[in-house]
């Protein structure tokens, strides 16, 4: 098993560092190796993400990537800013499923800014399908408007799609994973306006009959921003295009507390895959050792799951994360300040000591059994 390791810049390096920690403390066998990518490979090699690094990506079962980006390079052109290493390593490895759970566990739930009752328990799946839709549509640009309201104008115009097949293969994604938790799939559309999500809509429905033990059910995108935050729990399986999987995914996150909790896996038709936390770079706390490593971590379960067929060392991690937070350890991101009287004490940490606790919970446990 072959991972290649991607920290990126800001506080990439410091989270993926206690992930490869956790990795290596479960005792399997793995091929790990590391490049640069994001900004940090723009300052060596003039690319955000050069060929060595893709080779390397191409080559591995899976990538295990931390974030990238920082301020400092928003006046590149588009096409050097670290970002676009992710857009570019999703295209060539053809990842077009995108799974990011929303969990909230039962120790966080003070974290939301919802009430309690609304969020303890909350585990939803939103699945987005990640090559098509307007971010890739072809034309787009800006002109000069020959018609509507201000003709002559300069306007910017981009491009809406889906084909047929690519709705298709992410329908079969969702459906799949609904058959391993509660077999029920909402598919998110905004078919009462748009031609492309009339297209999604009836593809979906189509597929969905393949599956009669699965429900279905159809949901217009400003109606889910607004149930996601009325009644969370209603969902389990979201399904949805790249631009309202993009927002509905980061609106899901908050409502567990923090997007530093929050995994996220990128899957291509052979299950090779990209795991990354759901949060970016953070320029602002970087180099402080005070992010949570956790969303990092759960990534390189979701890692050990869906690509490299280990679902038990998976479980281990997942079960290690939970114990550590029963004990009390937080992050400053998950820390309720004026909590500590609490029983047990609730303990701020930094981001190595917070992955240490994991490695311990791994390694007691496994000592035990
Ligand atoms: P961000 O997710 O980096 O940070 C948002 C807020 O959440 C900040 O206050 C940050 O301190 C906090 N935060 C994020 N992760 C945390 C963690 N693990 N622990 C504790 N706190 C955490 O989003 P942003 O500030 O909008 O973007 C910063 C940079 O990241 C930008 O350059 C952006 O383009 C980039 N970005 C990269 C990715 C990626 O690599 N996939 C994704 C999103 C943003």
């Known amino acids: 098993m072959k991972i290649a390791v991607l920290p990126g810049d800001g506080i990439g390096t410091e989270i993926v560092a206690e992930a490869v920690k956790v990795l290596k403390a479960l005792d399997l066998k793995f091929e790990m190796e590391t490049a640069l990518v994001g900004g940090a490979a723009y300052e060596a090699h003039g690319h955000p993400l050069p060929d060595s690094t893709l080779k390397l990506a191409r080559q591995a079962d899976a990538v295990l990537f931390g974030a990238v980006g920082d301020w400092k390079y928003d006046k590149l052109e588009r096409a050097l800013r670290p970002e676009q290493a992710v857009l570019g390593l999703r295209k060539n490895l053809g990842l077009f499923a995108n799974f990011r759970p929303a969990i909230c566990y039962e120790q966080l739930v ?44 300069e306007e910017a115009f981009d491009t809406m799609r889906y084909t047929r097949p690519e709705i298709e293969r992410i329908a079969h994604v969702a459906f799949q994973a609904a058959r391993k938790r509660s077999r029920r799939v909402t598919s998110v559309d905004k078919a009462n306006v748009l031609e492309t999500f009339q297209l999604w809509k009836d593809v979906v429905t189509e597929i969905g009959r393949q599956y009669p033990d699965v429900e279905l059910d159809h949901m217009y995108v400003d109606n889910a921003a607004m149930q996601l935050v009325r009644a969370p729990k209603k969902f389990d399986v979201v399904v949805t295009g790249n631009m309202f999987g993009d927002i509905l995914s980061d609106e899901a996150a908050m409502l567990t507390g923090s997007i530093g909790m929050l995994p996220s896996a990128s899957l291509n038709t052979s299950s090779q895959g990209l795991y990354e936390p759901s949060h970016g770079s953070a320029p602002d706390i970087a180099g402080q050792g005070i992010a949570n490593p956790l969303a990092t971590i759960l990534s390189a379960a979701m890692m050990l799951r869906f690509s490299l067929d280990q679902p038990q060392a998976a479980d281990r991690i997942e079960s290690a994360v939970k114990h550590v937070l029963a004990s009390g350890l937080r992050t400053a991101d998950i820390y309720p300040e004026g909590m500590s009287a609490q029983i047990p004490p609730v303990v701020k940490v930094g981001t190595r000591e917070m992955g240490d606790a994991v490695v311990a919970a791994i390694t007691k446990k496994t000592t035990k059994s």
């Open 110 to 153: 003070g974290a939301s800014s919802l009430k309690p009752e609304l969020v303890a328990g909350l585990d939803i799946l939103i699945i987005r399908e990640l090559t098509g839709d307007i971010y890739f549509g072809q034309p787009r640009g800006r002109r000069t408007a020959v018609d509507g309201h201000f003709p002559g104008a």
